[in-house]
């Protein structure tokens, strides 16, 4: 039987896994440059300090070493780093290499460059550094006291600072049966992605062009950055990207690959700098660390009255010209109310800069910032209030028929069934069973529990001020022998778009997608657009991808005509080839291949092309978004995403009362991502999520000490989940296709990571809720257990 | 994470290794599996300037029975014990334990003996021979000297190995005697090295008395620690919920574990009780033939 590999809704195996898994790959370090110099950098041992002196005579004098180059000689090849993106917030003026000051420990105070990174390495002892050591601003309380300023010429220690009050909160609490209030915080972690970051820069000193090959998730978004930083025409700059492994959000900027460029360009030879583990996670970049005070009314059928957040974020030394993380804050002030209808709304959000690495995107970019303490409150209000947190959630829920749904913050929704998404979740679950279940098993001292956390995923970003702006631009083109590819710059980071964007075009085209290839990586093969971030791949991507393909289409459809003599409406694309609707006679059809030739080859475009329509086989939309809203209203309120995927995520856990130890038994999702392209990899992309929720509420968690110095930059301390920390995990899937895009697809990158978090924890105070648990700081740890239930047993026994 | 520039040498022989050995004294260190050596030298936390690689060693490289005994030589891979029939047969707690060591690429790698000479306190292999019993054969250019593994550990990461010797086999004892084994060990994620870890191996009487019993801790000390006396009040008795309290109790005291970034000394110490009673139990059960399983 030949498989049919053609169109949406088919779990295609993945196209790239072959070269993949047969080490075909190439990563950027693979790669060799005759003469290739490669890059050590010298970095703070502390966490704020100035530079006193810097001395590199020994290191210099080191065989081998090449150049050395402080932050203060690097001023003659480059400016400070540009902002990346910017929603109101404060700009700092810092470079790729610390100038005067370090704000951070492992920030580039020296590069190094020679002959082998094992010389570089033994370089960077050599070189010695001189500080006058100031007082370190770690936590959220250092930074508003102000222990010390970062930027004393800001005054302050906060680079975001804003209230959006929409009707009148106090009224509405005032006026409330019931109000519950909370702080919930969530601890410091990142993206980690397989592959850390790499850059390989090289310089023409006589065409002055530059070709920058690095793993980043955004190519021409990074040749901007690289232009505007080094102040060098973008016309003369290249960037290339090869396998990427992984991004998460954390590739979307350039700042340590800034440093390889002034190296380059400084020395006119090719330059590595391969970023090890150690690095990559001292210097970030980092997401989350947050407190959260959440203050909810309720009436007397348990219906939101009022929702108040302060939202105070600990984004490090920065979170704009490093990496883009500040506003993740801002994203999470306009999703609080989440999947529920919320009829007055105050939201204060801060964001504080701190001796802590760079704030950056990860996985979620906020919309988890939004999820965590609300579903968390959800689940506590529920308890007090003696119903059932399904229940709960269910009475608030924004309706089916209400979509596309005006949210009070701002964002419009466009579709789902939230109602469904729960009643697939429990149905495949058997509650009552589960909660039967759980009572026996308490009797023999086994504790397990269930969480339930709702989700609504924003996704497809389009922020104004920077270069995350949205909008894409793809060209499809077909080849002489009638096959076709996709150019975009839209990064593969492993997301499986190699496989899925020739599925769109298969959809359009009627061919096979092994005849279709997506090509991507060059900023000077593909037009220029955006890479993906905010899982706006299936939004932006796929929908200038399928407008261009049917662009394409069309024209190949007049041309068809023209060479049968036949009305273009009355012929069909099947199975690569151009026909009469409905017939099956040869004579009535034309090939895709044979277009392709008569049109570039035998005999050529003169004769095989009708007047009016240019030869070109190819044809390039640029899709932009009918529902962004850029001009604020009264409120200040904007519309920045265009779909939002939902779900209902249902942990399953086990906790040993003896040890504290926490084992996720079990994830049981429900999905609705709107139009499924291939439904394999929609499950693997909600698996990987969840497994990066794991790991932030159980495991991983970026250590500072007091004198802001981080305690576990290394795989052994930092502990991400491996394949055997994560549970079994098994996905429903509903579609309620987006009106917003051509194919009603959503983009879905980050859900699994934005509710699993708080269905853990949910799910860890149901096991516990004999002693009367509640889950506090994250993460989760078996200690925290164990102290979380001494305390209450001591509150149960004082009540 | 590059390490710093060494020597290196590959020799063909333990003869030969033991000559590179002498010759480079302080600065000399080998490398068989390289899961502990290498990340720390590429961390430079520690830069030998001489590496002698003795994977060539192939002699020693085997798991033998020898009627009251098996013998383990120092270069056999964790995998092989993982599943070697012999093993399973005459050491169970052995078997029991080597999963745990890291996961299935580690332990292909990662040697019996360098294991051992590691000495990281909590480490499953130093654990389980302390619990096993058993003798160490360390070679230097001049003798092969034996050394019972309770003198072997000296302090964390340190063992009773001089620069110019070389572990070259181990001898473990078969018990004769109605026995069973136990190992657990807790840690945040599978693979990590232990929070705390407890292996026992005890042996009963045709009454299920306790004849003989080694409890030993890791996690909670600088060297792997038997829980010693034990024999004194536990030998002659039945297993009952007062024992096992006293196991706890006796544990409490000698326990003197340390805080670090993923656990508290006060939560090894609480760790340390709880697998201490649930060790002993579980190999009791064993003995008695209750459960080939644990529970």
Known sequence: ?799 | MKPVKFDYYSPKTVDEALTLLEEAGFDGKIIAGGQSLVPIMNMRLSSPECLIDINQLHDLQFIEFDSDKVKIGALTRQAEVERSDVVQKHLGLLSEAVPFIGHVQTRNRGTFGGSLVHADPTAEIPLSLMALGGTLHIASKEEVREVNVEDFFITYLTTDIMPNEMLTEIHIPIEQERNGYSFYEISRRHGDFALVASACQLTIDHLDRITNVRLVLGGVEATPLLIEGANEWMNGEVLSDSLLQKVEDIVDEMVDPESDIHATAEYRRHLSKKLAVRTVKSAYERARGEANERS
């Open chain 1, 1 to 799: 039987m030949v498989t049919v590999k053609k169109g949406l809704g088919v779990s295609l195996k993945r196209k790239e896994d072959i070269r993949l898994l047969t080490g075909n790959g190439q990563f950027t370090d693979d790669i060799e440059k005759p003469g290739m110099l490669h890059l050590a950098i010298v970095r703070s041992p502390h966490a704020h300090a100035r530079i006193v002196n810097i001395d590199a005579s020994k290191a210099k004098k080191l065989p081998g070493v090449v150049a050395v180059l402080t932050g203060e000689e690097a001023l003659q090849y480059s400016g400070p780093l540009v902002p990346t993106i910017n929603i109101f917030n404060k700009v700092p003026e810092v470079y790729a290499i610390a100038y005067k000051k370090v704000r951070y420990v492992g920030e580039p105070v020296a590069v190094i460059a020679a002959e082998d990174r094992y010389i570089a390495e033994d370089a960077v002892d050599l070189i010695e550094v001189e500080y006058e050591v100031l007082p370190a601003v770690v936590t959220i309380e250092d930074a508003l006291e102000p222990k010390a300023l970062l930027y004393e010429e800001w005054g302050d220690n906060k680079q975001l600072e804003s209230r959006t009050t929409i009707g009148d909160i106090d009224d509405a609490f005032a006026n409330s049966e019931y109000v519950f209030e909370e702080t919930i915080t969530h601890n410091r972690y990142t993206g980690t992605p397989m592959e850390s970051r790499v850059c390989i820069a090289e310089y023409n000193p006589g065409s002055k062009k530059m070709t920058v090959t690095c793993s980043t998730q955004a190519p021409s978004q990074v040749r901007t950055l690289i232009a505007q930083t080094l102040q060098m025409p973008e016309h003369n700059i290249r960037v290339i990207a090869p396998d990427v492994g992984g991004g998460y959000g954390t590739k979307l900027q350039a700042n340590a690959e800034i440093i390889a460029c002034i190296m380059a360009r400084m020395l006119g030879k090719p330059v590595k700098w391969t970023e090890d583990r150690v690095e990559n996670i001292l210097t970030g970049v980092h997401s989350r660390d947050y407190t959260c005070t959440v203050k909810i009314g309720f009436d007397k059928d348990f219906r939101i009255t009022g929702l108040q957040a302060k939202l105070i974020g600990n984004i490090g030394v920065d979170g704009t010209c490093h990496a883009p993380g500040t506003p993740a804050l801002s994203v999470a002030g306009a999703y609080f109310p989440g999947p529920y209808k919320v009829p007055v709304y105050d939201v204060e959000i801060i964001g504080v800069v701190s001796n802590k690495a760079p704030y950056g995107a990860h996985r979620g970019y906020g919309k988890d910032i939004a999820n965590y303490p609300i579903e968390r409150m959800m689940d506590i209000a529920a308890r007090k209030l003696g119903i059932s947190p399904e229940e709960l959630r269910r009475r608030n829920f924004i309706k089916k028929d209400e979509f596309p749904y005006q949210q009070i913050s701002g964002p419009l929704y466009d579709s789902g069934d939230f109602d469904k998404l729960m009643d697939l979740v429990m149905d495949k679950i058997d509650y009552q069973n589960f909660k039967k279940k759980q009572l026996e098993l308490r009797k023999q001292g086994k504790y397990i529990g269930l969480g339930i956390a709702a989700m609504l995923e924003p996704s497809g970003a389009a922020v104004f001020n920077g270069i995350f702006n949205g909008y894409q631009a793809a060209t499809v083109r077909m080849t002489p022998e009638g096959h076709f590819q996709v150019l975009t710059s839209h990064q593969n980071i492993g997301q499986g778009v190699e496989t899925t964007i020739p599925q769109v075009v298969s959809q359009v085209m009627d061919v096979d997608i092994d005849d279709i290839r997506f090509v991507y990586g060059d900023t000077d093969i593909t037009p220029y657009g955006l890479g993906p971030f905010s899982s706006r791949g299936a939004t932006y991507t796929v929908s200038a991808v399928y407008e261009a393909a049917k662009m394409l289409k069309e024209k190949l459809l007049k041309i068809a005509g023209y060479l049968l003599k036949e009305d273009p409406e009355n012929l069909e694309m099947a199975n690569g080839t151009v026909r009469v609707k409905g017939t099956t006679n040869p004579e009535a059809a034309i090939s895709l291949k044979e277009i392709g030739n008569k049109v570039y080859l035998w005999p050529g475009p003169y004769a095989t092309v009708p007047e009016g329509i240019d030869c070109n086989l190819e044809a390039t939309y640029t899709w932009t978004s009918k529902v962004v809203k850029w001009e604020p209203d009264e409120h200040g309120r904007v519309n920045l995403y265009t779909t939002h995927p939902t779900g209902v995520f249902v942990a399953l856990v086990e906790v040993d009362i003896k040890t504290g130890l926490v084992k996720v038994d079990k994830f049981v999702v429900s999905h609705d991502c709107g139009t499924i392209i291939n439904p394999m990899i929609a499950d693997g992309q909600i698996a990987g999520g969840i497994a990066h929720g794991i790991g932030g509420v159980l495991l991983e968690d970026l250590a500072y000490d007091s004198n802001g110095l981080m305690t576990n930059p290394d795989f052994q301390h930092y502990l991400c989940p491996t394949a055997m920390d994560v549970s079994d995990i098994e996905t429903i899937h509903m579609q309620s296709p987006s009106p917003f895009t051509p194919l009603g697809t959503k983009g879905m990158g980050e859900g699994g990571t934005i509710p699993s978090p708080a269905a853990v924890a949910n799910a860890v105070e149901d096991a516990l809720s004999p002693f009367g648990v509640i889950v506090k700081d994250l993460p989760i740890t078996p200690e925290r257990v164990l102290e979380w239930i001494k305390q209450g047993e001591m509150q149960n026994v004082k009540s």
